[in-house]
């Protein structure tokens, strides 16, 4: 059994890695425990607020980095969309619907390393306009720098949102055409601005606990305010399309530990939800979970708003 006292004295600070890997290993009725300690911690700090976000794909496909997982990569063969940045009636078409449904944040996103100066200028206009109707406005733009990244704020960005993905041992693995080391050059130059930052990454890609627990305290070490979680969803064409989905209690599992290991951060589930926890999607939140990506994501489709919705007031939760 998981000692609530044991570590009820980490709420505020956080389990050292001894202890996430303890906890790691758990199975059984012990999982269960730990969803119970993640879910103290996360009311302690978080309350029984849920924070919402929202995404729009504003620039799909023909990327030039060869990440394994992603449908977007030109180096790999799937069926996804390419279309070029789209304007300002349809961003804010997509904007607005979020904002119809109780989002809090709407985050602007790119495919490729990061936009030329001219699609720069345009997605600042979005920035400005999605700020003007009372959105926190966020932006998912590649590797840019403390230049560019300036621009994106005085536009009126709130936030950036950079995944390390996973852990600096496993990087190689999953990605050759950037390094680890480039997404904290671009998380610190976007934190030296005074951006607030959402970074996490994504499970199942055939990481091990090691990797998941370094990527944790690597994210709790450098202070990032909001921490997504994604599960995989093969996609055909990929390399990593024929990877099976992580089990449901896996996930949730993950959510539990990254809440224990950074209590006061945003855990937000984002990517994969759907297909990888099924009809356990409602645990994310009593696993420690505070924060959701409401609607569809970059390739893949989500739940359906109404019922993330109704799930949140369902477990006497609010937006």
Known sequence: MVQTATYSNTFDHGIDKKSAFELAGRTGADIYDLFALANRARIKNKGNKIDLCSIVNAKSGSCPEDCSFCAQSAHNNSSSGSYPLRDRTSIMEAASSAKKQGVKRFCVVTSGKKPSDKELDVICEHITEIKKIGLSPCATLGMLDRNQLKVLKNAGLHRYHHNLETSEAFFSEICTTHTYEDKIRTIKAARSIGLSICSGGIFGLGESWEDRIEMAFALREIGVDSVPV?????????????K??????????????????????????????????????????????????????LTTLGRSPDDDLQMIKDMGLVV
């Open 244 to 297: 099976e989905l992580l089990a449901p209690l896996e996930a949730l599992k993950i959510i539990a530990i990254y809440r224990l290991i950074m209590p006061e951060t945003e855990i937000r589930v984002c990517g994969g939800r759907p297909a990888t926890l099924r009809s356990l999607n409602a645990l994310i939140f009593t696993a420690g979970a505070d924060g959701l990506l409401l609607g569809n994501y």
């Open 230 to 242: 994604n599960f995989l969803t093969p996609v055909e064409g990929t390399p990593m399309g024929s």
